[in-house]
């Protein structure tokens, strides 16, 4: 066995290498050390400002907020605290949908290719009687400027575009977007959740007015996110919780300190590292693409190949299911697509959107590359991938040779 | 030199359990999301039934299926009101804002002058209700500590055909707790009243109800409630309901302590006064006024002292506001006006409650001396 085949023997007992950065990213060792302080000694309710511990817990949750706002170019001020991106992306469409229902907007817009939650925040609408357009795709998965131009009217209430594409990886044209919006007089909402601290995103050169952020996809905790609230021109919404009025009202409910802290400093820590970070990924995502391409020159890629995540890669394998190719490769932590629909079997609706025939579509991987990801990961999951497809696809042809006629 | 701290505020929040702490910290030290099918996600999903069931065991609930996890109380309550649209919410006046807020229409049941649920006008609520109905009554009360009959609340909603919510955020891991003795239809819980982390909580929902989502999209929680797990949350919630149930006998100790406070406070000042002193309470809560005193001068005094409490329930403004509870129990304005909540826990020492005596009983003092 030579050297570069020994890298590749995969330890059955050492832990599959990630490779599902869209669905789920570890909180990076520099957020937890700013965060645990925060569980322990410095327990305080942030909204019990008459003592000394709710006053401490009360600046470290607004020194977070600014660390937020600052990553997106926002004002501290406009950003609300969630549990998630489910929960901005859910507050932005219903919020804006039921604040604007009664000045006779009564519409929504939204895309094919979006977020579960973004499709079944609209369909719960539809359900309350609002109209809802689902714009389609183009084979790249862009969203038609045309199409979306000729969707909004003077009854729409919000248009919710994602910035990246947690599946494929496509980056809408967020800016161009925004400038319709805003100049049809239209709120504009982007959930940004795979996007903000992987690719600039700054709400007032783009002209958004909502926009959804999450922790856990930028290595900050899981349940802790962020929607962005523009003030001027000011975007109004209902809220999803009333109570006890923390967040100026639009989010009621004690504000968890820790993980307020936590989306700060993984915030800030993107901010800082994005550009380097984004160049480092974009060398591997080609050196993945090319080192499969020059074992299986049949795969395909999906989305647009340029205008995407730089570390994201959505592979379709001709003939090869997905699910067999997964289990063949059980050093590698892969995904089908969306997590929320991992252990489905339904054909990923955002690669139908595509056009991808379902046969295709399940035969597709997503591949999440992330802040740990190393050459020699990528070298490893390329090899071990590349061999277990040429083995399966070999397998299926022995089958159907010796199942077939004589 | 900054005074020493004597936290006495934990109806606003509690300090984190060592065993939640570990938990938390342990998840946190994990990749992996529960929805994802490879070996991440797989070990992510068995934490996140764990805790479920450590949950679940907490309110002697038998199917750990019946529990969702929320973002916190707040979120639980607003699910649990507005999950079923079809039924006119009744809820009782001394109800916490996220209950209180969650409706528009609510009706609201009055409560009698002792601080409990008027049972009378909640049947004569029922009766006259054309609709199914919903009742949202909590099982102790966040500033006074008074706990509701909620057992006798359920047979009569249940006699009328309504479902019976019961927030037992201060009551969890406080008292014992039992969903189905008590018959609540539905239960909020939240992690960090109990000494789990903040950002995670609970709606236990009896089987079968149909329950509408808030929180719409990715499916998860059985499609009642969408959203990634808040995994390192949840693990410290399931372990802090585990120690929780184990040591619910330190509360006498509390108790014994908020007693003895109770009794050096009225020592002190003959003429304050204390609610829900003779009736069941929660073993941590004192709740007290200091006549002719602002709530907001003794928070801000004892602040000084370093002695935190509260004028109430801990949450947006930061402004003191009048209390609805002692309001809707029939409480003068004025006294109303000059009650505070002290609120003990698990490890509050008896040197806490000498600085809260000594700070109080100096406030006290002055005041009497400047009016005299």
């Known amino acids: 066995m030579n050297a570069s085949a020994a890298r590749f023997q995969h330890r059955p007992n050492s832990a599959p290498v990630y490779l599902d950065y869209q669905a789920t990213t570890p909180v990076d060792r520099r957020v937890l050390d700013e965060m645990l302080p925060w569980f322990s000694e410095k327990f305080g309710n942030p909204g019990s400002v008459t003592h000394a511990y709710g006053r401490e817990a009360e600046a470290a949750v607004e020194r977070a907020r600014g660390a937020v706002a600052a990553l997106i170019g926002a004002e501290a001020r406009e950003i609300v605290f969630t549990s998630g991106a489910t929960e901005s992306n859910n507050l932005a469409i219903k919020g804006a949908a039921h604040f604007h229902r009664e000045l006779g907007k009564d519409r929504v817009v939204t895309v094919a290719t979006e977020h579960k939650c973004v499709l079944e925040s609209a369909r719960a609408l539809e359900r309350e009687g609002f109209g809802v357009t689902v714009l389609p795709v183009d084979a790249q998965g862009l969203v038609d400027m045309d199409a979306l131009r000729a969707a909004i009217d003077e009854r729409t209430a919000v248009v919710s575009v994602m910035a990246a594409n947690n599946e494929i990886g496509v980056l809408q044209p967020v800016a161009e977007i925004g400038a319709l919006c805003r100049d049809k007089g239209v709120l504009f909402h982007t959930d940004a959740a795979q996007a903000v601290g992987k690719v600039p995103v700054d709400v007032d050169a783009m002209k958004i007015d909502l926009l959804s952020i999450s922790g856990h996809k930028i290595y900050g905790p899981k349940g802790i996110g962020a929607l962005y609230v523009r003030r001027r021109p000011r975007a109004r919404l209902a809220p999803l919780f009333d109570g006890g009025g923390q967040e100026r009202g639009v989010r009621s409910g004690t504000l968890p300190t820790p993980l307020c802290v936590g989306l700060g400093a993984a915030a800030r820590i993107a901010a800082a590292e994005m550009a380097v970070e984004a160049e480092r990924l974009l060398g591997l995502r080609r050196r993945f693409l090319a080192g499969i391409r020059a074992r299986l020159p049949e795969v395909r890629l999906n989305g647009d190949a340029e205008r995407r995540l730089p570390g994201n890669l959505n592979l379709s394998f001709p003939g090869v299911p997905a699910l067999a190719l997964m289990e063949a490769c059980p050093g590698l932590a892969l995904s089908t697509g969306s997590a929320c629909t991992a252990a489905e079997v339904e054909p990923s609706y955002v690669l139908r959107a595509l056009g991808l025939p379902d046969d295709l579509a399940q035969a597709t991987l997503r591949v999440g590359l992330g802040r740990y990801t190393t050459d020699l990961e990528v070298d490893f999951a390329v090899e071990g991938l590349a061999a277990a497809a040429q083995r399966l696809a070999a397998g299926e042809r022995v089958t159907a040779a010796a199942g077939g006629p004589t | ?372």
């Open chain 2, 1 to 372: 030199m900054s005074p020493r701290a004597a936290y006495l505020d934990w109806n606003a929040t509690a300090p984190l359990r060592p065993e939640a702490a570990a938990a938390t910290a342990e998840a946190l030290a994990r990749c992996g999301n529960p929805s994802s099918v490879h070996r991440f996600g797989r070990e992510a999903r068995r934490a996140l039934e764990t805790a479920r069931a450590q949950v679940a065991a907490l309110i002697g609930a038998a199917a750990p299926a019946d529990v969702i996890f929320t973002s916190g109380g707040t979120e639980a309550n607003q699910l649990a009101l507005r999950g079923f649209p079809g039924r006119h919410v009744m809820v009782s006046a001394i109800e916490h804002d996220s209950v209180r807020q969650a409706v528009p229409d609510a009706a609201l049941v009055p409560v009698t002058p002792r601080g409990v649920i008027d049972l009378d006008a909640l049947d004569r609520l029922l009766v006259a209700e054309t609709r199914p109905a919903l009742v949202s009554l909590m099982l102790a009360n966040n500033e006074t500590g008074i706990i509701q009959p909620v057992a006798a609340a359920a047979r009569i909603a249940h006699g009328r055909g309504a479902l019976l919510h019961c927030d037992a955020v201060q009551a969890a891991g406080k008292l014992p707790l039992d969903r189905a003795a008590l018959g609540a239809d539905l239960m909020t819980l939240s992690a960090h009243k109990l000494g789990g982390p903040a950002g995670v909580g609970a709606l236990v929902v009896g089987e079968g109800l149909p329950l509408m989502a808030l929180l719409t999209g990715g499916g998860q929680e059985r499609g009642r409630r969408a959203g990634t797990e808040n995994l390192p949350g949840i693990a410290g919630f399931g372990a802090a309901c585990s120690v929780a149930s184990d040591r619910l006998a330190d509360y006498r100790a509390v108790a014994a302590l908020r007693d003895a406070a109770a009794r050096r406070l009225v020592a002190i000042a003959p003429d304050a006064v204390i609610y829900g002193g003779d009736i069941a309470r929660l073993p941590n809560t004192l709740c007290i006024a200091m006549p002719g005193v602002a709530s907001a001068t003794q928070v801000m005094a004892l602040d000084l002292a370093g002695v935190m409490v509260s004028a109430g329930a801990a949450c947006s403004s930061g402004k003191v506001k009048r209390s609805h509870v002692l309001d809707a129990m029939g409480v003068p304005p004025a006294e109303a006006d000059c009650a505070i909540r002290i609120s003990l826990g698990w490890s509050t020492t008896a040197a806490d409650i000498d600085q809260l005596v000594e700070a109080w009983g100096a406030l006290y003092a002055r005041t009497r001396a400047s009016a005299a």
